[in-house]
């Protein structure tokens, strides 16, 4: 069975840091791009990092302040998040995939709030 699980998610202050992680069973995640994505209350999804190979995409809000990169021996797509903003909460989801309204893998996300 193919899964995505998302990990890492919690309650930080502004200009803290959190690191996310996607965790795949079931198939390689080296075989695909990955994608990163939130929603947050009341919004559209939104796609904030992609990995394809080993080329890392970010979206312009994010730029400078999330690195994603592949763990190969663990299986899993890494999201580092610093500086990090209010207007960063939301919850974040991981797919097998760089963009949206395509079929794809999804994970059940993982809750971030920046708060102080």
């Known amino acids: 069975q193919v899964q995505l699980v998302e990990s890492g998610g919690g309650l930080v202050q502004p200009g803290g840091s959190l690191r996310l992680s996607c965790a795949a069973s079931g198939f390689s995640l080296d075989d695909y791009q990955i994608g990163w994505f939130r929603q947050a209350p009341g919004k559209e999804r939104e796609g904030v990092s992609c990995i394809s190979g080993s080329t890392a995409y970010y979206a312009n809000s994010v730029l400078g302040r999330l690195t994603i990169w592949r763990d190969h021996a663990k299986n899993t797509v890494l999201l580092q998040m610093n500086s990090l903003k209010p207007e960063d909460t939301a919850v974040y989801y991981c797919?097998?995939?760089?963009?949206?309204?395509?079929?794809?893998?999804w994970g059940q996300g993982t809750q971030v709030t920046v708060s102080s």
């Open positions: 797919a097998t995939t760089c963009v949206l309204n395509v079929k794809a893998s």
